[in-house]
C-alpha cells in the first residue's frame, strides 16, 4: 500500500496545531481575560509571567501553522484548486469556508487582538514602574484596553469554534 507521508505530516501539523490554537483562544476569552479583568492590579504579576513565558508568541505560532498546512491539505485535496468537482462539493466548500475563517481569524488576531495586548502589558509595567495608586488617566486606559481585548478574544474564540467545526463535519455533507 502507498503511504502519502506528506499528507500525514501535513495533518498532523494541522490537527495538532489547530486544536491547540483553538483551545488556547477559547481558554484566554473565556478564563483569563475574565479572571484579569475581575483581579485587576493584582493580575500584574501573573500577565507579566505569562508574556515572559511566551504567551504573546504562542498563539500566533500555532495560527500560522495551522493556516498554512491547512491550506496545503486543500491545495492537495482539490488537486492545486484544479479539481471543480471536489471545489464545489459540499466537502470543498466547508472546509474552504472554515479555512477562510481561520485565515480571518489569524489576521484580525494579528491587526486587532495582538495589538491590544501588547498594549495592556505595556500598561501593567507602567503602571508597576509608577508604583502606587495608578494615575486615573492610565487606570482609565488600562479599562479600554481589557474591554478591546475581552471583545476581541471573543470574538477570535468564536470564530474558531466555527472554523473548528466546518472542520469537523466537512467530510459528512
Ligand atoms: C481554525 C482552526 C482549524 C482547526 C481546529 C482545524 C481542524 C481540522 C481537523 C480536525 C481536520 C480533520 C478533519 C477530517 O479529516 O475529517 C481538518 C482537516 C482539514 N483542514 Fe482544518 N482546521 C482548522 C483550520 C483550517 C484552515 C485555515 C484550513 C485552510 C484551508 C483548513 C483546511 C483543512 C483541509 C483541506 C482539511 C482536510 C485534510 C484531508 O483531506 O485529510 N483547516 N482540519
Do not use: N
Request: include cysteine; hydrophobic fraction near 55%; proline fraction near 5%.
Amino acid at each position: 500500500m502507498h503511504v502519502d507521508w506528506l499528507m500525514i505530516l501535513l495533518r498532523v501539523i494541522h490537527v495538532l496545531t489547530g486544536i491547540l490554537w483553538v483551545g488556547a483562544a477559547v481558554f484566554v476569552a473565556r478564563f483569563l481575560v475574565p479572571a484579569v479583568r475581575g483581579a485587576g492590579p493584582a493580575a500584574g504579576p501573573v500577565m507579566q509571567q505569562l508574556i515572559q513565558r511566551g504567551l504573546p508568541a504562542y498563539m500566533p505560532t500555532l495560527a500560522i501553522f495551522t493556516v498554512l498546512s491547512g491550506f496545503g491539505l486543500y491545495w492537495r485535496d482539490s488537486g492545486g484548486f484544479r479539481l471543480h468537482e471536489w471545489l464545489g462539493s459540499g466537502t470543498g466548500r466547508t472546509f474552504g469556508l472554515g479555512g477562510i475563517i481561520g485565515l480571518g481569524v489569524l489576521i484580525y488576531g494579528a491587526v486587532i487582538v495582538s495589538p491590544a495586548a501588547k498594549r495592556m502589558g505595556a500598561l501593567g509595567a507602567r503602571m508597576r514602574e509608577a508604583g502606587g495608586a495608578p494615575a486615573p488617566e492610565l487606570a482609565a486606559e488600562m479599562q479600554r484596553t481589557q474591554a478591546q481585548l475581552g471583545r476581541g478574544s471573543a470574538i477570535a474564540a468564536s470564530l474558531l469554534v466555527i472554523a473548528a467545526l466546518c472542520m469537523a463535519v466537512a467530510r459528512y455533507v
